[in-house]
């Protein structure tokens, strides 16, 4: 099995990724003490979609996302870059519309979605700041952007045990239920490395989005950014 390093490789990333995807969605409910449905119903209502809308869910893994997206109405279409994430989706989730593909270089014409999101995926892409543009430049204007993401704690008592939690716990507990529990030392770490919610949100102003806004979920462990393209 593999693990990522932080430079983020893509061709890591995507094969640390392949070795979880048997039971990434088990695994992260497990992990997140099944937190995790209530983040994405968050992104979902973040959104703000409308029927007939079309919605891009970047990072999207096994479509686990893309399929709550769905409940809006809206047109979602789930893309990533681990095969094996697909692979594992499409045996899942045969109605949900997954696709290959680059951050990087979206195969998407300019301004073709109404809205963007990326959830726990935009800190293991190699160039975050290429990413955001790249979003940006597939989003109408007045599109909406929201990154769903794994943040700082705000009570200092809590963010020390959440950030042992992180670096002892997790991997512990991932070599119980997951299918390559070294990836789980990469995530932790990759976690404990990302911006702050203010960084983030600095982060999103300066890539071509505006009007930015973050709000905390489960006391800052997760934190939902809002943006509009301009």
Known sequence: MTRANLDKQPHEVAAMFDGVARRYDLTNTVLSFGRDRGWRRATRLALDLKPGERVLDLGAGTGVSTEELAVSGAYAVGADLSLGMLQAGHSSRPHVPLLAADALALPFADATFDAVTISFALRNIVDADAALRE?????????????????????????????????????????????????????????????????????????GWGKVAWRNLTGGVVALHRAIRP
């Not at 952007?145 to 991997?171: K, Q």
């Not at 990469?186 to 990302?194: G, K, T, V």
């Open 135 to 207: 979003m940006a430049r597939v989003t109408r204007p007045g599109g909406r952007l929201v990154v769903c993401e794994f943040s700082h704690p705000t009570l200092t008592p809590f963010r020390t045990v959440y950030m042992g939690y992180l670096m002892r716990a997790l991997p512990e507990v991932a070599r119980r239920v997951s299918s390559n529990p070294d990836a789980y030392v990469y995530l932790a770490e990759s976690i404990r490395a990302w911006p702050d919610q203010a960084g983030m949100g600095a982060r999103i102003a300066a890539n």
